[in-house]
């Protein structure tokens, strides 16, 4: 059985290599930078504070004030093990995500995926939105994201908003 000492024995080999931290500040300052860029440009979104995670996971929320009033956020988020972006509608709470997630269900989402009630979710809805990204071409990358979130926001307002 694996034990915690053998862990942090394997964490410290791949730590003095050097490169995880290299790869991981590259990866904060992109995601810093989005959340920049996307404030800069969209005044009327609320950006809140990066969570930097526990290299699971880093996400900042970026929501227009329409689902906020609604007790709902939307999460730029990078998965670092899977290595990709995606875009969820989240609820400020748990007992939001769960009300949002039975509302949700019966209504025809498309391409996005409906998340289930079940702990450690933090999602209502998710959607990747770059499975592979070039971190080397930050710009175009920041372009593509914005694009997505964008265009994911303005799916799910039109479905909120329709008549069940």
Known sequence: MDSLNNHVREYTIQLSKGQIQKDYKGIMTFM???RTYLESIYPEYTASALYFGYMDMTYFAFTPSDLRNKKLKIAIVYLHE???FEVWLGGSNRKIQAEYIKLMS???LG???LSQILPGVDSIIES???EQ???DH???LKKHIERKTIEFVNDITFILNEKS
Do not use: N
């Open 128 to 130: 990747i939105i770059a």
């Open 32 to 34: 810093s930078g989005l």
């Open 82 to 84: 899977q290595g990709r």
């Open 133 to 135: 990204p070039d971190f």
């Open 111 to 113: 391409e996005y995926k």
């Open 138 to 140: 930050p710009e175009e």
């Open 106 to 108: 019966g209504k025809s």
